[in-house]
């Protein structure tokens, strides 16, 4: 049994197209190791494959090839114990109108062969903020106490790993601050999380590790820290004691006047010290009323990642 909550080797997945469209290859041979405890990050644009891989994981897409593990339990060999060991909180709300949300629960404990005895929809539905709404008709729920019910049910059976598409696309920001507040407090009480989401700022605030996809393939995976060091932009933003007119130019500093007046240079670390961007700004005859610096965000690795890729 491995250490790691999730393992992936080579894992393909082509779709065959269908009515004359040609096959699609959504995944094209990508190795991951996510480890236990950890809440992790798979980002990557629209159609990268994301939601694929994690419907691999859920055992709802069929993988073409390559091998899967779950807890230490390989999906082929052990299918009952690796569903067992994941919970899935879908991106579209798939909620049968006819359930309450208790009775969604019950369902789904059945489905998972959760004995009476060992269910506990209270504690989720009071996790969820979903206790006065326990018996209510499920037409009554608005859209965010339904999103709140499809995280409900993906704990039903107590999942070690559980996996969120999207969780917070298009909800208002309450909603999103509870979600985030749920998912902190599963990962202390031990829970493996994994998140896809494109909001940045989110994966940037939530996950100690990340793993960015691009067509089909891994094209970064490390922690959040370290991607964001990896950028090895940085900008120096001075606000001058008189305005300027226009933004002095040199070789190797890129310079931007903004609209609040400042002058914003951005220079490589690698190739160019703070001090001769100073220098820089000196020389140019500027003096410096304030000054300070803007930290590289998730967004510019992201981008300087997948930007100039090709299919
Ligand atoms: P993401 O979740 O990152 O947006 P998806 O995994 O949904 O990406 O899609 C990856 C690629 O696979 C896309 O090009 C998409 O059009 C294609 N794809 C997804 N599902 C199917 C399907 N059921 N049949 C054919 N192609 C699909
Ligand atoms: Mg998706």
Redesign the pocket.
């Known amino acids: 049994m491995t250490q790691d909550a999730i393992s992936i080797e080579g894992l393909v997945?082509t779709?065959?197209?269908?009515k004359g469209?040609p096959e699609?290859t959504?995944?094209k041979g990508v190795d991951l190791a996510i480890p236990r405890g950890s809440v992790f990050g798979l980002l990557?644009?629209?159609?990268?494959?994301?939601?694929?891989?994690?419907?691999i994981l859920a055992g709802l897409?069929k993988k073409t090839a390559g091998k899967v593990q779950i807890w230490g339990f390989d999906q082929d060999i052990n299918p009952r114990q690796s569903r067992a060991s994941i919970g899935v909180m879908p991106?579209e709300l798939n909620l049968d109108p006819f359930f309450s949300p208790r009775g969604a629960l019950e369902v789904q404990a059945g489905l998972y062969g959760v004995p009476k005895s060992q269910r506990h929809s209270d504690d989720i539905l009071r996790l969820v903020g979903l206790e006065d709404k326990a018996d209510a008709y499920a037409r009554t729920l608005s859209g965010g106490m339904r999103r709140r019910l499809l995280l409900a049910k993906a704990l039903v059976h107590r999942p070690h790993v559980l996996v969120l598409?999207?969780p917070t696309a298009g909800v208002d920001i309450e909603l999103r601050q509870m979600l985030w507040q749920n998912i902190r407090q599963l990962n202390r009480d031990g829970m493996t999380i994994i998140l896809?989401t494109h909001y940045l700022e989110e994966a940037e605030e939530m996950c100690d590790e990340i793993a960015i996809?691009d067509h089909?393939d891994l094209v970064a995976r490390d922690s959040t820290a370290n991607l964001l060091e990896r950028l090895d932009a940085k900008t120096l933003v001075v606000h001058p004691e008189t305005p300027l007119i226009e933004a002095p130019r040199t070789k190797g500093i890129e310079t931007e006047l903004r609209v609040d007046g400042s002058l914003a240079l951005t220079y490589r670390r690698q190739v160019t010290s703070a001090e001769q961007v100073l220098d820089f700004v000196r020389a140019s005859g500027i003096s410096i009323r304030d000054l300070r610096s803007e930290e590289p965000h998730l967004q510019d690795v992201f981008l300087a990642l997948t930007a100039s890729r090709q299919d």
């Open positions: 997945k779709y065959r197209g269908s469209e699609k959504a995944l990557g644009p629209n159609g990268a494959g994301k939601s694929t891989l994690i419907n897409v991106q598409d999207e896809t996809i089909g």
